[in-house]
């Protein structure tokens, strides 16, 4: 089946730092993958997505790769702000499944990421 | 556009009661997911539906079910409560068709505490 990993966390960073949150997946064909963020208190919000390999996915200073070759999709952003923090979750939908994988996302374990000032 | 919304925000039950949660859809998406969030088992797909069908199930109890109304609007039901169903239910919605890839939209979800 389907599977998510996601870096362990809690990750702690000072403002203005480097950030990557490692995601790698297990998936027959094409997956499209996504991040989605969720704030204290709400749902999830999509961060950003990719659809095929070597697509690079961006919103908000945030980025992702798909690499086919290496089953990852990684989070990145250079200048993390304290307003960054919440939990980051990746996940994977299946494509081109005929029909019977469509409307179910699959989500690691998510990554809790707080920024100090 | 209105995002998705849910109904009731929070929700406190007793066990071995059943409970009705509602879901609205991005208007236009006819494709309406639900999950379950809990600190142990993280999210776990519950089912969907797609044009008052539906057309994935995902790995829970029969006690578990849905709907979907022809306006889209899906409710999802727990008959006999237990501790363990106390959980964050997501509702989220797609304006996917019958192929291709998509992106679902999330509602703030409904906070279902079992006592």
């Known amino acids: 089946g389907n599977s998510v990993t996601q870096m362990e966390g809690p990750v702690t960073l000072s403002e203005e730092a480097f950030l990557t949150i490692n995601c790698t997946y297990t998936a027959t064909g094409y997956p499209s993958l996504f991040w989605y963020v969720q704030y204290p208190g709400e749902g999830l919000q999509l961060l950003l997505k990719?659809?095929?390999?070597?697509d690079k996915g961006s919103n908000k200073g945030f980025e992702a790769t798909y690499r086919k070759e290496t089953t990852s999709f990684h989070l990145e952003k250079g200048s993390v702000q304290v307003s960054d923090s919440a939990v980051y979750f990746c996940?994977?939908?299946?494509?081109?499944?005929?029909?019977?994988?469509?409307?179910?996302?699959?989500f690691g374990q998510g990554t809790i990421l707080t920024v100090h000032p | 556009k209105a995002g998705v919304t849910q109904t009731p925000r929070y929700l406190i039950k007793t066990r071995g009661q059943q409970v009705t949660l509602s879901c609205s859809p991005i208007?236009?998406?006819?494709?309406v997911s639900w999950y379950q969030q809990t600190p142990g088992q993280g999210l776990q797909f519950l089912f969907e539906?797609?044009?008052?069908?539906?057309?994935n199930k995902g790995n829970f109890p029969g006690r578990f079910s849905g709907r979907q109304f022809s306006n889209s609007r899906s409710e999802m039901n727990v008959s006999t409560l237990e501790l363990g169903d106390s959980a964050l239910y997501l509702c989220?919605?797609?304006?996917?068709?019958?192929?291709?890839?998509?992106?679902?939209?999330f509602g703030p979800g409904t906070r279902l505490t079992v006592t």
């Open positions: 539906y797609f044009s008052e069908t539906q057309r």
């Open positions: 996940a994977l939908s299946p494509s081109g499944a005929g029909g019977t994988s469509y409307g179910k996302l699959t």
């Open positions: 989220a919605s797609s304006g996917a068709g019958t192929s291709g890839t998509y992106e679902q939209y």
């Open positions: 208007s236009g998406h006819r494709s």
């Open positions: 990719a659809t095929k390999a070597d």
